[in-house]
């Protein structure tokens, strides 16, 4: 089942993807330099690589010390202002334990960008909520999830971007003892 879920949303992101580049792009007068930081939707997807740790407050869990494991990242968001973006972030960190273990993101980002140019540096805060499932836990657990980190855009046309971030997530509560430590490569299309 969560192998189907994986390759579906694979599926969907990749129809997504194609749909948006089929789009005609719209024209723009030779005069002016493109608008990088414009307001408007987008939408974006990574791949990165999560260093984490969970502890044996889990019951039946192992004790992990910073377990590298690979993961996905999809968000959509609204670029409100030249510096500011809110986003809904969906993240899913399987463990190379068995994909019934890791953890499941979902949240809220805001991001602060330091820039307005083709490379576009940006400073990330988020909230939301955290499934979390050590190897060798006999259940899950959900509470509160806190992000911050850096990243940085940039754009190669006036729709796509690549992107790059780091950041460090951190659970609150039943969760407490579950963060990790992310490096993300990724794609952003804007609308």
């Not at 948006?20 to 930081?37: F, G, I």
Request: charged fraction near 15%; charge should be negative.
């Amino acid at each position: 089942m969560p192998r189907t879920v994986l390759l579906l949303g694979l599926v969907i992101l990749g129809l997504v993807i194609a749909l948006c580049a089929s789009l005609p792009a719209l024209a723009h007068e030779p005069d002016h330099a493109a608008d990088y930081s414009r307001p408007g939707l987008y939408i974006s997807g990574a791949g990165y690589f999560a260093l984490k740790s969970s502890s044996a407050g889990f019951p039946g869990a192992d004790t992990l010390s910073w377990e590298p494991d690979p993961a996905l990242d999809f968000r959509v968001g609204w670029r409100e202002r030249e510096r500011l973006a809110l986003e809904l972030d969906f993240s899913w960190l399987p463990s190379s334990d068995g994909i019934e273990y890791g953890n499941w993101l979902l949240g809220v980002n805001a991001k602060f960008y330091l820039a307005e140019d083709r490379i576009q540096p940006y400073l990330i805060l988020g909230a939301g909520a955290m499934w979390a499932r050590p190897p060798g836990a006999a259940s899950s657990e959900v509470d509160w999830a806190f992000r911050q980190g850096i990243g940085v855009e940039y754009y190669v046309s006036h729709h796509w971007a690549l992107t790059a971030e780091t950041g460090f997530v951190w659970g609150v509560g039943q969760i407490w003892k579950n963060y990790f430590l992310a490096v993300n490569f990724g794609a952003a299309y804007r609308f």
